[in-house]
Antibody, heavy 119, light 110 residues
């Protein structure tokens, strides 16, 4: 079955960087885009960006342009999201999600990775 | 401020029906992009509820239905049950192929 398993909680200081992983299984990693979504405490969902694991092409929300990098390692079917220049308002749960085959919805989600930015 | 507009909250009595609206613009829903809906319980990842404007994934009860007209979409829930209490989000894409979400709607079952 399809699974997306994310790395655990990270605590980082302002200005630092964090790299979150999303290990996929149960489908062909290179066939489907992987999206990343952020949810700050008590807030709604915010789209971060997508990566095409086959080509490495990416697309980012303007809010995250220049501070987020999405990458993929096809040898271990894993997607990564790196956020640089962390700020306290980057404290959030970050989800990875697989795009569906027949439309652009997110049909499978990771369990979420909590990133806490605090001095 | 979210790109797609949803009411912050809706409520309905058990057994009754509610509708959650999702309003976009000519840059996203109105440009023809599909609308998808997700259900999220506290502390858990969102779950796909409706895809492609109106399609229910396997396992989603037919009490949930989606529709779209122009730059707006709606999620209807009939026969409300206590375990429908959750947050509901609409999602689409814009003309730059960037994802957009609604701000979310908290459903309370009275």
């Amino acid at each position: 079955q399809v699974r997306l398993v994310q790395s655990g909680t990270e605590v980082q200081k302002p200005g630092a960087s964090v790299k979150v992983s999303c290990r996929t299984s149960g489908y062909t990693f290179t066939d489907f885009y992987v999206h990343w979504v952020r949810q700050a405490p008590g807030q709604g969902l915010e789209w971060v960006g997508w990566i095409n694991p086959h080509s490495g092409d990416t697309n980012y929300a303007q809010t995250f342009q220049g501070r987020v990098a999405l990458t993929g390692d096809t040898s271990i079917n894993t997607a990564y999201m790196e956020v640089t220049g962390l700020r306290p308002d980057d404290t959030a749960v970050y989800y990875c999600a697989k795009e569906a085959v027949d439309n652009s919805c997110f049909d499978y989600w990771g369990q979420g990775s909590l990133v806490i930015v605090s001095s | 401020q979210s790109v797609l507009t949803q009411p912050p909250s809706v409520s309905g009595a058990a057994g009754q029906s509610v509708t959650i609206s999702c309003t976009g613009s000519s840059s996203n829903i109105g440009a023809g992009y599909d609308v998808h809906w997700y259900q999220q319980f506290p502390g858990t990842a969102p779950k796909l509820l409706i895809s492609g404007d109106r399609d229910r994934p396997s396992g989603v009860p037919d009490r949930f239905s989606g529709s779209k007209s122009g730059a707006s979409a709606s999620l209807a829930i009939t026969g409300l049950q206590a375990d429908d209490e959750a947050d509901y989000y609409c999602q689409s894409f814009d003309t730059s192929l960037r994802g957009v979400f609604g701000g979310g709607t908290k459903l309370t079952v009275l």
